[in-house]
C-alpha cells in the first residue's frame, strides 16, 4: 500500500515539476499570444513562491518535503516500475548542491524579469 502513496505522490510532486519548468516558457509565449491566462495573479504568484520555496530549501541544504515523503513511503524498496524510473531520471539528477543553487538562483532570476516585463494582472 505504500508503494501506491508513493507513486502518488511521485506523481504530485512531477506535475509541479512539470508546471514550474512549462510556466517559464509558456508566460512569455502566452503574452504574445495574447492569452489572458498567463497574467492571472494567483498562477503568477503560485509560481514565484514555489520558486522562492525551492531556492530557500536548496541554499539551506533541505531536502524538499515530497522527496523526503515519497523516500519514507517507498521504505528503500527497489523501483521497478518503468514509467517510475523514467520520472526519476527526468526529476532527480545527480549534480553538487552548488550546481542546483546557480540553477534555481538563475530561475528565479528570471521569474523575476518576468514579473517585470510580463507583468501579472492584479485588477481581476
Known amino acids: 500500500m505504500n508503494i501506491l502513496f508513493s507513486e502518488i505522490v511521485l506523481l504530485f510532486h512531477f506535475c509541479i515539476f512539470i508546471f514550474m519548468i512549462i510556466s517559464f516558457f509558456l508566460i512569455p509565449l502566452g503574452y504574445y499570444q495574447k ?4 497574467k492571472n495573479k494567483y498562477y503568477r504568484l503560485i509560481h514565484l513562491i514555489l520558486m522562492g520555496i525551492i531556492f530557500i530549501e536548496t541554499i539551506l541544504g533541505f531536502m524538499c518535503p515530497l522527496t523526503i515523503l515519497e523516500n519514507f513511503l517507498r521504505n ?3 523501483i521497478n516500475n518503468k514509467i517510475t524510473q523514467i520520472i526519476h531520471q527526468i526529476m532527480y539528477w545527480d549534480l553538487p ?5 546557480i540553477l534555481y538562483l538563475l530561475s528565479l532570476l528570471y521569474l523575476i524579469f ?3 516585463f510580463f507583468k501579472p494582472d492584479f485588477k481581476k
Open 114 to 116: 518576468l514579473w517585470f
Open 97 to 101: 548542491t552548488y550546481q542546483f543553487i
Open 35 to 38: 492569452w489572458e491566462w498567463v
Open 76 to 78: 528503500d524498496i527497489e
